[in-house]
């Protein structure tokens, strides 16, 4: 999601919602008009299975159908000029060969497939509705999931050979609708509450849910497979050469409940951390699965008192760091005429420390300033003295007990794979700090203005460049609250103390952070993101990313130095040709890597201009300098979500399959120099 790109549906399982609605005139009108217009089709309605079934298509469905189409008014939304590149592709039928490259895949690049997920709404996305309930809306995040995927693969002499493919993430949903080949899912997250409500309840009295499955997000593997996951739902597992869905993943039967977008491989281990997210209680329960992705170890109720919508999670060798935000979804507040969806900055901020297998009374809570904050570049345990800049831009902080852990970065990782029961016998664990670094705004961007204000106006406005030659934010200037900047939480565990900071200036909003994965857990030097560009976002009401930035954590930002301001870090960026935007942005290692950034930054990016879309692979240790390759894709690649880099052995049996499908593939990438 924007910081942006969050699916912000809800998921509702399968049982029909309990919960205590309020009275209020209000609602007590709602209630009114509610009833009088069901009640023809009311017994209808109680005989409907509440499940997800494709092969339904009875008389009671039909009559709801009919109940639905003279009620709710369909109405397109659509797109302005400069949002054509948010515009739905057609899937592929085949897979297709690419050509056309600017530059030279590194001989050293791994093979593998960069696979990025993103909404590509059909069925209904992108559209309005308007009903004696009021007017409900879709927003852009609600489109179906598509998988846009890049192959590459060595040939026996070297050469490269790269496919393009993209495909629609399956889900039981789309089935249906596909089924049905029409309007199905009400949209049901922002406009009037009634009709925001009726929505919600339509969709679950016909389809057993309260909104598709989006699946449009994220895209991960974990034992050895590969998933698409969205908020909203479980993952499905996709066949990673074909782009087959192949089926729900809940850990065989164990995980029964949404899956978030962002789950995190612990250190050492392996064991993948989840959280799902439900609008009935338990709002947010926390998961742990082994390594090889077959069993559940670990599942526990956080016990919030409200539904925080956590996209994100973060993970240190012994604790999991969650956040307790103030962006809600609230079903109680929509039928009080409130939305379903709200960022309320004094309703609270905290985030938790707890122990990999702890529970919801062993979690460390510690306040912290008001915040929304969707993604996080890493967390890691740090030692209680901190150094302020040390020499040669090398770290931040010394355990006083194992500098070798935090001096040499690529050697955690190896002793904690292969001496892991002696690493947590080595004092240097005993680390009070917990540090989390992640891409902070002080309002969400979802799910946008509140009832009555012009939807494109608000984008607008909220999404131009700051005018702050400070470098900081104007906290009393609304305009300037969804302005993501990367930010430090500092979590002393034995004092319960807090230290917070900035990272960066004002320049540039930052969002869909990534690092090294190799380094998720433990205390890593860089970390890139996407870099927005305001005055393009503010123009189309839409935001876009025109650049990228590399941080460097231990490293003191010379500009803020000369400005005597402490705290900000130094940061390159590497920006695109005019008018042309990213996302899925990701980081390649290279193999045999020594340092932490050896490697690749890889990125989709669309020109407006030309309407061209390429995949550009840009050295990470060599960020500012022009993309080592510049490979022109055949077909238009809408914006998008995440994306992953997945290394695979495609040379031997993956260009065999090549080859029947493209029996002149010569194995030879065109070279436009
Ligand atoms: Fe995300």
Redesign the pocket.
């Known amino acids: 999601?924007t910081?942006s790109?969050?699916?912000v549906l809800v998921h509702c399982s399968a049982k029909r919602p309990s919960i205590s609605i309020p009275s209020s005139p209000k609602f007590d009108d709602f209630k009114g008009r509610l009833s009088s217009a069901f009640k023809p089709f009311l017994k209808e309605i109680q005989q409907l299975p509440m499940r997800m079934d494709v092969a339904v298509k009875d008389t009671s469905l039909k009559l709801v159908d009919a109940f639905v189409d003279s009620v709710f008014q369909i109405v397109d939304q659509p797109l302005i000029p400069s949002q054509s590149n948010f515009a739905p592709v057609d899937e592929l039928k085949e897979a297709v060969q690419v050509t056309n490259m600017q530059g030279e895949i590194p001989d050293d690049f791994p093979e593998g497939v960069y696979i990025r997920n993103g909404p590509n709404p059909i069925f209904g996305a992108l559209t309005s509705t308007s009903s004696m309930f009021g007017r409900t809306g879709s927003v852009w995040v609600e489109g179906e999931g598509m998988l846009h995927a890049l192959y590459f693969c060595r040939g026996h002499d070297g050469s490269w050979t790269v496919v393009y493919k993209n495909r629609y993430v399956e889900t039981e949903t789309l089935k249906l609708e596909k089924h049905r080949s029409r309007h199905s899912f009400l949209p049901a997250t922002e406009g009037d509450s009634p009709a925001v409500l009726s929505a919600y309840l339509l969709n679950l009295m016909r389809f057993g849910k309260a909104n598709k499955q989006l699946n449009n997000?994220?895209v991960f593997e974990h034992g050895g497979k590969m998933y698409s996951v969205a908020e909203n739902d479980k993952p499905q597992e996709i066949n990673i050469l074909t782009l087959q869905t192949l089926d729900d993943w809940d850990v065989n039967g164990a995980w029964n409940r949404p899956f978030s977008?962002?789950p995190k491989k612990a250190p050492g281990t392996g064991e993948l951390v989840i959280v799902g997210v439900d609008v009935m209680k338990p709002f947010v329960v926390l998961g742990v699965i082994s390594a090889d992705g077959k069993k559940l170890l670990h599942q526990v109720d956080l016990k919030l008192n409200r539904c925080s919508l956590l996209?994100?999670v973060g993970v240190t060798p012994r604790y999991n760091v969650v956040m307790d935000l103030p962006i809600t979804i609230d079903l109680k507040r929509l039928v009080r005429g409130g939305s379903l969806f709200k960022y309320e900055s004094d309703g609270g901020s905290r985030i938790g420390v707890m122990p990999r297998y702890g529970d919801a009374d062993s979690i460390q809570w510690f306040k912290v300033k008001p915040n929304c904050t969707?993604?996080l570049f890493n967390c890691f345990e740090d030692g209680d003295e901190v150094k302020s800049w040390p020499d040669h831009g090398q770290i931040s902080s010394i355990c006083h007990n194992c500098s070798v852990l935090l001096h040499t970065p690529l050697e955690p990782a190896r002793i904690l794979s292969s001496l892991t029961d002696i690493h947590w016998e080595c004092s240097c664990f005993n680390l009070e700090q917990v540090v989390m670094w992640g891409c902070r705004a002080l309002e969400s961007i979802i799910p946008g203005p509140e009832k009555g204000e012009n939807k494109f106006d608000w984008f607008s406005r909220k999404l131009r460049p700051i005018k702050s030659s400070e470098g900081s934010i104007d906290e009393e200037s609304e305009d300037q609250l969804i302005f993501p900047r990367p930010y430090e939480w500092r979590l002393n565990r034995k004092t319960g103390d807090v230290k917070e900071r900035n990272l960066a200036g004002t320049e540039f909003a930052m969002d869909?952070p990534f690092i090294n994965e190799a380094f998720i857990g433990l205390q890593n030097k860089y970390g890139f993101s996407q870099v927005r560009d305001s005055v393009a976002s503010s123009a189309s009401g839409m935001a876009k990313y025109g650049g990228l930035a590399k941080l460097y954590f231990g490293e003191q930002s010379p500009e803020s130095y000369l400005r005597e301001e402490q705290g900000l870090i130094k940061v390159e960026y590497h920006m695109f040709e005019k008018n042309t935007f990213c996302s899925g942005s990701a980081f390649v290692p290279k193999d045999e890597g020594v340092d932490e950034d050896d490697g690749w930054v890889i990125t989709f990016v669309h020109n407006e201009d030309t309407n061209t879309s390429q995949v550009l692979i840009i050295d990470a240790k060599s960020f500012t300098s022009k993309p080592v390759a510049k490979i022109t894709l055949p077909f238009r690649v809408p914006y998008g979500?995440?994306g992953a880099f997945m290394q695979l052995v495609l040379a031997i049996w993956f260009l065999d399959s090549l080859q029947a499908m493209f029996p002149a593939l010569s194995h030879v990438v065109v070279i436009e120099l």
Do not use: I, K, V
Request: hydrophobic share 25%.
């Open positions: 999601m910081s790109g969050l699916p997000t994220n977008s962002h996209h994100d969707y993604h869909f979500f995440h």
